[in-house]
């Protein structure tokens, strides 16, 4: 597999990030990542490095992680940037000190939120209670959690939700251990704000893809654009109707950092995009770009059970925009993007 790192079209959209956001507040700073191989985490690395270079930062940039095998593969010769080993689910016993933490670690796949509830939970709880002691301890400049738009919920209204709006949760489905998590972790981070002075902010992601995903995600924007890659149609499980904030992983890397740098204290974020778009909007593209066809079916029982209830989980995104953070990729470009960068890898 060819490294991203040294693909034109991702290195130029990277740039075009760079370009459009000051980063210089990160110079002669340390960054801790954790999660920092996953979708959202490592485009945030891959920007830092870029950046690095480009502008001599003297930026450290340490990713926590599971995988030694995949960081090694992934950034193993990039000189800024160290692997830490790190489980979510596992104390911590970091041997140095950072500025900043930004929190992406934790089980977020929809297969396993139904088939490992306890571990879906227990690594994002245990995880950033782990990392809010290291925090407090450790004089942390700020931390920043990488939450979820599930924290919503489901609502009647067709209005995008805005950070202080909240829908039901059906608490008796095993589905919502992830919906459940991510919000006790958000109400941890904001309570050790209130009582520890530790400085945290929250952003709470929509429907994020691009070329940084795992082949093993199955979230549909993320098989899909594989599919599409290997020039595979597209088999959807539903008419798509249901309307989704489909964000870049650079644009949402882009905000992450943005809200670092601005956000204020024990503030939530939301990150999504202006253009709201539907599931079946969104498998359009992809089939589009990757020259393939779009197929509807009927979805199997344990299909319907991994589906996300939110019909209407689309994000009202002026807030973070209030601090200095604007789209850099439209949903079409992105997403032809994904596809191009893929088939290349």
Same mark, same amino acid.
């Given at each position: 597999m060819k490294d991203i790192l040294e693909n034109k079209i991702y290195i130029s959209d990277i740039k075009r990030v760079i370009e459009k956001n000051d980063l210089h507040c990160f110079d002669n700073s340390?960054?801790?990542? /954790?999660?920092?191989?996953?979708?959202?985490?490592?485009?945030?690395?891959?920007?830092?490095?870029?950046?690095?270079?480009?502008?001599?930062?003297?930026?450290?940039?340490?990713?926590?992680?599971?995988?030694? /095998?995949?960081?090694?593969?992934?950034?193993?010769?990039?000189?800024?940037?160290?692997y830490v080993e790190y489980d979510a689910t596992k104390p911590?016993?970091?041997?140095?000190?950072?500025?900043?933490?930004?929190?992406?670690?934790?089980?977020?796949?929809?297969?396993?939120?139904?088939?490992?509830?306890?571990? /879906?939970?227990?690594?994002?709880?245990?995880?950033?209670?782990?990392?809010?002691?290291?925090?407090?301890?450790n004089n942390v400049k700020r931390m920043l959690y990488i939450s979820s738009s599930e924290v919503y919920g489901s609502k009647s209204t067709e209005e995008a939700f805005e950070e202080s709006q909240f829908g039901s949760i059906d608490i008796?489905?095993?589905?919502?251990?992830?919906?459940?998590a991510k919000r006790a972790s958000e109400v941890l981070c904001k309570s050790y704000s209130s009582e520890y002075d530790v400085d945290t902010v929250i952003v709470r992601p929509g429907h994020i893809y691009g070329p940084t995903a795992s082949p093993k995600d199955k979230r549909i924007s993320s098989d899909f654009s594989y599919r599409a890659a290997q020039g595979r149609d597209l088999e959807m499980k539903s008419l798509g109707l249901q309307k989704r904030s489909y964000c870049y992983s650079l644009d949402c890397a882009a905000a992450i950092l943005v809200a670092l740098?601005?956000?204020?204290?024990?503030?939530?974020?939301?990150?999504?995009?202006?253009?709201?778009?539907?599931?079946?909007?969104?498998?359009?593209?992809?089939?589009?770009?990757?020259?393939?066809?779009?197929?509807?079916?009927?979805? /199997?029982?344990?299909?319907?059970?991994q589906f996300n209830p939110m019909n209407n989980s689309s994000l009202n995104n002026e807030k973070i925009k209030s601090i200095g953070y604007t789209d850099t990729f439209s949903i079409q470009e992105g997403l032809t993007h994904t596809v191009e960068i893929l088939k290349e890898l």
């Open positions: 340390s960054i801790l990542v /954790t999660g920092g191989l996953g979708l959202i985490c490592s485009s945030v690395v891959d920007i830092l490095i870029e950046y690095n270079i480009s502008s001599n930062a003297n930026l450290i940039i340490y990713i926590a992680d599971i995988n030694q /095998t995949g960081f090694s593969e992934r950034y193993g010769s990039v000189s800024c940037v160290k911590i016993d970091f041997n140095f000190k950072v500025d900043y933490i930004i929190h992406g670690a934790g089980v977020a796949s929809p297969e396993l939120y139904v088939a490992k509830p306890v571990e /879906t939970m227990l690594s994002n709880f245990n995880g950033i209670l782990n990392l809010l002691e290291y925090a407090k301890d008796n489905s095993i589905r919502s251990s992830y919906s459940e740098i601005n956000g204020e204290k024990g503030e939530s974020y939301n990150i999504g995009h202006d253009e709201v778009t539907s599931i079946r909007k969104m498998a359009q593209i992809l089939a589009e770009a990757g020259k393939v066809n779009l197929k509807i079916k009927e979805p /199997t029982e344990a299909d319907l059970k």
